[in-house]
């Protein structure tokens, strides 16, 4: 008896133990939602996350996706993008809401989709996508924030010798400073100025298409789709895979995190918040775009305003206006992107027991998100070439993490039955928008082979 007593007490010490190094590494790895991820937030917060994650500097690319499609191809393109990927997101919110209800509150999409999926396909397929689309677009908006400072440059200061990398290490070093500020939540006031930003360079990129558009130096444009059958066909699927990556959003779930609860219908108020600036924007950019350069409109709609010898279709002053409001916004988008990596970084490195500004957590925060920022600005001026990699991973990413993801898990969670329309219709959406990620990679691909002897480690372009 005293032998199987003098046994079972260790066992147990051992037991408790673990237990309390479970509780530990759980507090620990929440510390990354607590101080990341605070819920404080209201639905308009939610709305300016929303829009500036959202309605990007990419939607100046619409006009040239415009153009692989035809004014009426192109506009049903842009209609039914902006249709799904609302119905997409507020499914991903009920969704989330109604695990909310059944006692799970998510607040990371992996965690979601290990509830969903399991933990294989999440591992394996979801976190790894969601994370390397964010760490991509983090990049792919360090890289045009340089370019944005170049043009300026060019513009008024063009016997200088300043190349691009020097450029985009300038606006990567901003970026470092404006990546300390906390947490998703601290973003609000910023996400509110970067709307007036979109709405600013949307603007003028509206008022410069119209002005070029009736300038006297300008050819008439043509709005027939160029090429060969093979050009065209691929012009297709790069045109289809710009809008659905304009449309893109991965972090969602994130932005739902940080509203205070209860939640229940608040973001579906942030998601109409957004869409009104982004139906805005997007049509009448892509719309203004294509009708004033037609088939000739380029990759950024401002590069057909740029001045060439001596010929200016729009006042200089417009295109620096322009060119400023891009630069600000693109390192409000730049931050947004980093908080599901600053939320890991904050889970392995932060104390949950101690203040979120005692020393303690803010050396750790300091030293980790600025080697972050530095590897994400080494690799935009180190490839300036990586807008053709981004549309890679963006056709790879975008697409199935905000049409494809959602909607499966709605269908699983709510299971809908044969005789609603719901089912029909994400039966449809499904298999569509996974052929239209197949056909943008084709097509990436075959651009990045294209341009592949274009390509030069820290060009000056």
Request: include cysteine.
């Amino acid at each position: 008896m005293d032998v199987e007593k003098s046994t079972q007490v260790p066992i147990r010490a051992v037991n408790l133990k673990e237990e309390e190094n479970l509780h530990v590494a759980a507090k620990q790895e929440n510390a990354g939602a607590a101080f990341v991820l605070e819920s404080k937030g209201t639905w308009l917060h939610a709305g300016y996350h929303l829009t500036s994650s959202t309605a990007s500097p990419a939607l100046l690319s619409l006009p040239y996706a415009m153009a692989g499609l035809g004014w009426v191809p192109g506009l049903v393109a842009l209609g039914m993008g902006a249709t799904i990927s609302f119905y997409s997101y507020c499914l991903l919110s009920s969704v989330l809401e109604e695990m909310e209800r059944r006692g799970h509150r998510f607040i990371r999409f992996r965690d979601l989709s290990t509830h969903i999926l399991g933990t294989n396909w999440t591992s394996l397929l979801v976190t790894p996508l969601q994370f390397t689309v964010c760490f991509v677009t983090v990049v792919a908006s360090i890289l045009p924030g340089g370019q944005s400072i170049k043009a300026i440059y060019v513009l008024y200061g063009s016997n200088g010798s300043m190349k691009l990398y020097e450029c985009i290490i300038i606006f990567g070093s901003v970026v470092l400073i404006v990546s300390q500020l906390p947490s998703f939540h601290s973003l609000r006031h910023i996400n509110f100025i970067s709307i007036l930003l979109c709405l600013g360079y949307s603007l003028c990129a509206v008022c410069g298409s119209v002005i070029a558009g009736h300038s006297k130096q300008h050819q008439p444009a043509s709005h027939a789709v160029l090429g060969s059958s093979t050009d065209k066909l691929f012009m297709v699927f790069n045109s289809l895979s710009i809008m659905s990556t304009t449309y893109g959003n991965a972090v969602i779930a994130e932005i739902q995190a940080t509203i205070a609860p209860p939640v229940k219908g608040k973001m579906i108020k942030g998601l109409c918040l957004c869409y009104s600036i982004v139906l805005s924007t997007f049509f009448s950019v892509a719309v203004s775009g294509y009708l004033s350069f037609g088939n000739g409109a380029a990759g950024i709609i401002f590069n057909n305003m740029v001045p060439v010898n001596g010929i200016s279709f729009v006042p200089r002053w417009l295109y620096l206006i322009a060119n400023i409001f891009i630069i600000l916004q693109l390192l409000a988008v730049a931050v947004i992107y980093m908080q599901p990596t600053f939320e890991v970084l904050e889970g392995k490195t932060a104390d949950i027991e101690m203040a979120r500004f005692s020393f303690r957590n803010f050396l750790p925060r300091l030293i980790a998100r600025s080697c972050f920022v530095i590897i994400a600005t080494i690799l935009a001026a180190m490839l300036p070439f990586f807008g053709d990699i981004n549309a890679v991973v963006g056709a790879l990413g975008y697409t199935p993490l905000d049409f494809v993801f959602p909607i499966l898990f709605h269908m699983i969670v709510f299971k809908p039955s044969l005789t609603m329309l719901t089912f029909w219709l994400n039966c449809v959406i499904i298999p569509v928008f996974t052929i239209v990620t197949l056909l943008g990679c084709l097509s990436s691909f075959r651009q990045i082979v294209l341009d592949a002897h274009t390509y030069k480690i820290f060009a000056n372009i």
